[in-house]
């Protein structure tokens, strides 16, 4: 009897195991998939007015432009 309790416990332990480790992978999936799925910041260049996400755009006079040569256009008089 003592034997099959002992294995009764191990099962038990190698489930709980399993499962934790399967809902670790779970969450970390879900919060990688949140990341991914969040819209980035969309700016529109002020010289050629196409959209771009703000992380690629090129800050200048207090506006985006989508390359530096838009933005050195636009600063010319
Ligand atoms: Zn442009």
């Known amino acids: 009897m003592g034997l099959i309790r002992l294995v009764l416990l191990l099962l038990l ?3 709980a195991i399993t499962l934790w480790k399967r ?3 779970w969450q970390q999936q879900r919060n990688t998939s949140q990341d991914s799925e969040q819209p980035a910041l969309m700016v529109r ?3 050629c007015r196409v ?3 703000a992380d ?3 800050p ?3 506006r985006h432009y989508c390359c530096p040569e838009h933005r ?3 600063q010319q008089p």
Do not use: E, S
């Open 13 to 15: 332990v190698f489930a």
């Open 72 to 74: 050195d256009a636009d």
């Open 23 to 25: 809902f670790k992978l």
């Open 56 to 58: 690629q755009a090129f």
């Open 45 to 47: 260049c002020a010289h």
């Open 51 to 53: 959209h771009l996400p």
């Open 60 to 62: 200048g006079n207090g």
